[in-house]
């Protein structure tokens, strides 16, 4: 018998597939496992971007990697968890952007029974999520990189018929604001700070609660993840310690209008 020849060994990675490995971009996306947060986990992986997926809550994201935080932890060693291991997981590398998308909604009046329990889910899902990110991003995203935190449209007023949910969100909001001041917040020189506020989403979750509304002012949460990819692609076009509320009309493109939080 006559053996075969042997396959040629692989050639070795050459300089411009080394360049390009080191120039992948990278995303921290806190709050991976909510809807809006695997829809920007799906969008962003698309464009090849490598994701690096935090949730206390979900057990398994489609992500470059998911990083584990215990959501049985107080918000301080969920923070410590985070930065340990996206530490580990960068190995030296630094983020391009950071993108929180963790939150919910409750509602609650001064009268009603359950307001303050509310109100400290509200708080920790949506203000202590976005000082974690913004803790993660002092010492891991890269000079001129962006963090969005999430708002939301109906804390630039007044929320009476819901205390827990605009308390929450303007204090998200005043960490926006606060943050765009790089030098004395501690953030990476150059970097930015941006707010997103939607109004509603197309979720199925809000669907099931408001069958009846008209859908065409919703926008859709492939209209808010596309949008977030560009921002963090080139963080040119947007202005620091702004919120970008959501609009949409008459089933026309989500439009993203910078405003003031405060």
Known sequence: DIASPAAPAPPPLGPPLVAMAAAARRVLIVGAGGQLGRKVCEVFGARAWQTFGADPFATKLEVTQMLSMNGKSSPEDQGRQLVSALQSALAGAKLDAVVNVAGGFAMGA?????????????????????????????????????LVLPGAAAALGPTAWSLPYGASKAAVHHLVRSLADVETSGLPAGSKTIGLAPQMLDTAQNRKAM???????????????????????????????????VHKAGGRPATFEPTKPL
Do not use: F, K
Not at 213 to 236: I, K
């Open 110 to 146: 001064a009268s009603d029974a359950d307001m303050v329990a509310n109100l400290r889910t509200m708080v920790e899902s949506s203000l202590y999520s976005s000082a974690i990110a913004a803790h993660a991003a002092s010492g891991l995203l890269r000079p001129g990189g962006l």
């Open 211 to 245: 069958p009846d509304a008209d859908r065409s002012t919703w926008a859709t949460l492939d209209e808010v993840a596309e949008q977030l990819e560009a921002w963090c692609s080139d963080p040119s076009g947007v202005d620091s310690g702004l919120v970008y509320v």
